[in-house]
């Protein structure tokens, strides 16, 4: 196992309780076979209007954070045995 590297960041608050992984990426989006560029489709239907607009109401398109870590309510990321969740 590899070192962990202290990490020193703001924190971003998402207080929502049960978010599960179709949430977090939605699996339209899930058709890559590597495990990279995910990161723009993260909160997809959250973060967007229809029109691929950024709601500004959702915490990661406010500027005031723009920290790595996350922090949410429990049982975040429930829902899928899907490999890319």
């Not at 489709?41 to 990661?60: C, Y």
């Amino acid at each position: 196992m590899k070192k962990f590297e202290t990490l020193t960041s703001q924190v971003v608050p998402l207080p929502i309780e049960n978010i599960d992984t179709d949430q977090i990426i939605p699996a339209r989006f899930l058709k890559a076979t590597t495990r990279e560029g995910f990161g723009d489709n993260l909160f997809r239907d959250w973060r967007f209007d229809t029109d691929n607009q950024p709601k500004t109401d959702f915490v990661l398109n406010n500027p005031t954070y723009t920290g790595k870590i996350l922090v949410a309510g429990k049982n975040f990321g429930c829902g899928s045995s899907r490999e890319h969740a």
